[in-house]
C-alpha cells in the first residue's frame, strides 16, 4: 500500500511569488491534516479535511494561505504571496477512522520550502 | 503557549541500554498521547500511542508511560539500537473534546536521540 506523497519535495522561490503544494492521501482515508514545522520548531497543525469539507482551519496562519481538497482525494496548500516567515516543512497527513480508539495520522515526507 | 514540551533538545545513550525521553504537556484536556520518530529528510512515523484511561502500553522494545496528576508522559526504550537515533516527538490530542470537529494533533519540539555503538 502505497502511503502519503507529497509533491515537490523541495521549493525554493521569492518572496511574493505563489507556490502550490500537494498532497495524496493514503488510498481511502477520508482524513487529511496540514501541518508545518518552522526552524526546527515544533510542529504545527494548519487545518483538516474530512473528505472534501473543512472540519478545522483554525491553524492556517493568514489569508494568504488556501487549502483544497476537491472530491476528497488530493489536497493543495497555495502560498500567495509567499513571505520570509513561510519558510519551513510542510507536512501532510492522513487517517481512516477519526472515531475509533486507534485513529494513527500518517505523515508524508514533507516539502520543504524556501522563501528567498 | 507550548502545550507540549519536550525539555531535552538531545540525548545520547549507549547501544544496549534504556533511552528514556520525557515529555510533559498543560492542557488537562488532553486524553489521547503519540510517540512518533523523524529521520532526516523524511516524515514522522508514528511509533507507540497511549490513552488517558491508561498509564503504561508496550509495543516490543517501546514503552511509553503516562502519569495524568503529573501531566508527563516517558518513552522508554530497551534496548536501544543504533538504528534507533532519530528524532522522537511527543503528541497529544484532545479526542473527547474534539469529538466530531478533527482530531488535530499538538507537538512537542521533539528530543534528538543518538545511540552510541
Known amino acids: 500500500e502505497a502511503g502519503v506523497t507529497q509533491f515537490p519535495s523541495h521549493s525554493v522561490i521569492e518572496k511574493g511569488q505563489t507556490v502550490t503544494l500537494r498532497c495524496d492521501p493514503i488510498s481511502g482515508h477520508d482524513n487529511l491534516y496540514w501541518y508545518r514545522r518552522v526552524m526546527g520548531k515544533e510542529i504545527k497543525f494548519l487545518l483538516h479535511?474530512?473528505?472534501?469539507?473543512?472540519?478545522?482551519e483554525s491553524g492556517m496562519p493568514n489569508n494568504r494561505f488556501l487549502a483544497e481538497r476537491t472530491g476528497g482525494t488530493y489536497s493543495t496548500l497555495k502560498v500567495q504571496p509567499a513571505e520570509l516567515e513561510d519558510s519551513g516543512v510542510y507536512f501532510c497527513?492522513?487517517?481512516?477512522?477519526?472515531?475509533?480508539?486507534?485513529?494513527?495520522?500518517?505523515f508524508g515526507p514533507g516539502t520543504r520550502l524556501l522563501v528567498l | 503557549d507550548q502545550q507540549v514540551k519536550q525539555n531535552s533538545p538531545s540525548l545520547s545513550v549507549q547501544e544496549g541500554r534504556i533511552s528514556i525521553l520525557n515529555c510533559d504537556y498543560t492542557n488537562s484536556m488532553f486524553d489521547y498521547f503519540l510517540w512518533y520518530k523523524k529521520y532526516p529528510a523524511e516524515g514522522p512515523t508514528f511509533l507507540i500511542s497511549?490513552?488517558?484511561i491508561k498509564d503504561k502500553n508496550e509495543d516490543g522494545r517501546f514503552t511509553v508511560f503516562l502519569n495524568k496528576s503529573a501531566k508527563h508522559l516517558s518513552l522508554h526504550i530497551v534496548p536501544s539500537q543504533p538504528g534507533d537515533s532519530a528524532v522522537y516527538f511527543c503528541?497529544?490530542?484532545?479526542?473527547?473534546?474534539?469529538w466530531g470537529n478533527g482530531n488535530k494533533l499538538v507537538f512537542g519540539a521533539g528530543t534528538i536521540l543518538r545511540v552510541k555503538s
Open positions: 497527513a492522513s487517517s481512516q477512522d477519526l472515531y475509533g480508539p486507534t485513529e494513527t495520522q500518517y
Open positions: 497511549i490513552s488517558s
Open positions: 479535511f474530512v473528505k472534501e469539507s473543512k472540519q478545522d
Open positions: 503528541a497529544a490530542s484532545a479526542r473527547l473534546k474534539a
